[in-house]
């Protein structure tokens, strides 16, 4: 197995695990934790989780210097605003908006690796686009974001995609020390966030009642899942790896169209169908190139 393939299957179970993420944020949120707190909790015993990591690795970590806390940084950022977004809008809105981030991704591998914007990738960027002028189309022309979820999943998906160029530009960096920079900021990152907003703390008997189903969902799926993810982006072109991301959306979905009573009808499927063809059409792109190469 090629190391571009381990990373295409670790982005794609770190994906899967991350279309998840929306229910124990709600959960946390009907268990009377409000603000941006029910996102905060998992971040933050993820980062305490890779708290001795950090500091077993601490001569990696100086040398590695702010380039990998910066990468870590925007990374960790782009994952806790993400699973604030959940808080406040729809849960296929939230994942089909943060999935415009393969057209970030295209544009600024162009502007800063020098990567080809190909006629497939134009076609991929124009599909996506598309998917979310449908999911957005109710609100009005032009599609444009409607409430602070909305804005956080869109501002989530270009966050993550600028952490993964610094990522591609500073290969030097083990991914292990990405990934635990990455829930580390996201910790820091979230609960900074909710304390300028909501500065009123949690009570203690809330936060400890649901600890017994959150840590195992952090230490089993929220810490592994991260360190797929960013593997994979660690040696893959965002907008491919955002792509390959795309797993998630099938799972998000499905899961709060059974879980949920949000709407979920002919706009939000095609919404999703728009942009898993925007997938398609990159992944036989790719295909085709690397067929091409070979012959």
């Known amino acids: 197995m090629t190391r571009v393939t381990t990373a295409k299957l670790a982005a794609l179970y770190g994906g899967l695990l991350w279309g998840t993420v929306w229910i124990p944020v709600r959960e946390l949120s009907s268990a009377g934790i409000h603000g941006f707190w029910p ?46 977004a959940f808080l406040f809008t729809e849960v ?28 497939v990738r134009w076609l991929a960027m124009t599909l ?28 989530s998906g ?18 292990l020390d990405y990934a635990a920079s990455f829930l580390f900021w996201g910790g820091v990152t979230m609960a900074t966030i909710a304390l300028v907003v909501e ?14 189903w959150l840590v195992p969902f952090v230490l089993l799926g929220l ?3 991260s360190f797929a993810v960013i593997y994979g982006a660690t040696i893959l072109n965002p907008g491919v790896v955002s792509i390959i991301y795309m797993s998630e959306i ?15 009808g002919l706009r939000q ?6 942009i898993a063809l925007a997938a398609m059409v990159e992944a036989l792109g790719d295909w085709l190139r690397r067929t091409h190469q070979k012959a």
Request: aromatic fraction near 10%; avoid cysteine; charge should be negative.
């Open 223 to 225: 810490v592994p899942g």
């Open 39 to 84: 996102a905060v909790l998992p971040y933050f015993l993820a980062a305490l989780a890779v708290l001795p990591l950090l500091l077993w690795r601490w001569r990696r970590t100086l040398a590695n210097g702010w380039r990998q806390q910066l990468a870590g940084l925007f990374l960790g950022t782009a994952a806790a605003i993400y699973a604030a």
């Open 269 to 274: 499927i095609g919404g999703i169908l728009l």
């Open 250 to 264: 099938g799972v998000s979905v499905l899961l709060a169209a059974l879980l949920t009573d949000e709407p979920f």
């Open 158 to 175: 270009l966050l993550f995609v600028i952490g993964s160029l610094m990522m591609l530009s500073w290969q030097k960096i083990a991914p």
């Open 128 to 155: 996506a686009l598309l998917g979310a002028a449908v999911i957005l189309g109710d609100e009005g022309w032009p599609p444009l974001p409607a409430n602070l979820g909305d804005w956080l999943a869109l501002a």
């Open 199 to 212: 500065p009123t703390l949690p009570s203690q008997a809330d936060v400890v009642d649901v600890l017994p």
């Open 92 to 119: 296929a809105t939230a994942v089909l908006l943060y999935y415009l981030s393969p057209v970030w991704g295209f544009i600024l591998a162009r502007i800063v690796l020098g990567d080809p914007i190909t006629p």
